[in-house]
């Protein structure tokens, strides 16, 4: 049987969650999606493995902890200070993807309402080659041009 390598998603809107599983479907059975509705959830299933993620998606707009606070309690963490986490959002202005990134984000994805577009996106970030990925201003925002 061939490895699965497990994506967390985080994000309050169900839509959003159930728009990204049907991606992750689509694109092979080599994925599973664990989701959580809240950053304190991400955070026990973090330090509650298995299973133990090879990503994270987490979106920046959620009650409570929200994804600024929820990133930078993920990197405090020795056990996930490389664990690759992308800021999935709808926001695209400069002062949050530059706070995403100086809070240990590994890259930036700003949500899409095309089906495709978002596909071909999620598919370009999966394919990443994280151990020698470095973000830096210029490859850190997935371009949807």
């Not at 994804?67 to 990197?75: A, P, Q, S, Y």
Request: hydrophobic share 35%; no cysteine; net charge negative.
């Amino acid at each position: 049987m061939k490895e699965q390598f497990t994506i967390f998603y985080t994000d309050d809107d169900q839509d959003d969650l159930a728009f990204f599983q049907e991606i992750i479907e689509l694109i092979g059975e080599d994925y599973n999606v664990v989701t959580q509705n809240n950053g304190s959830q991400l955070l026990y299933d973090l330090n509650n493995p298995p299973p133990n993620p090879y990503m994270i998606f987490l979106d920046i707009n959620m009650p409570g902890m929200n994804g600024f606070d929820t990133l930078k309690k993920v990197r405090e963490s020795n056990n996930h200070k490389t664990l690759p986490v992308v800021i999935f959002s709808t926001s695209s202005d400069e002062t949050t993807i530059e706070k995403s990134r100086e809070l240990g984000a590994s890259f930036y994805l700003p949500k899409s309402g095309i089906f495709d577009q978002l596909k071909k996106a999620i598919e370009h970030t999966l394919a990443i080659n994280w151990s020698g990925f470095i973000p830096a201003k210029n490859n850190f925002v997935y371009n949807y041009l």
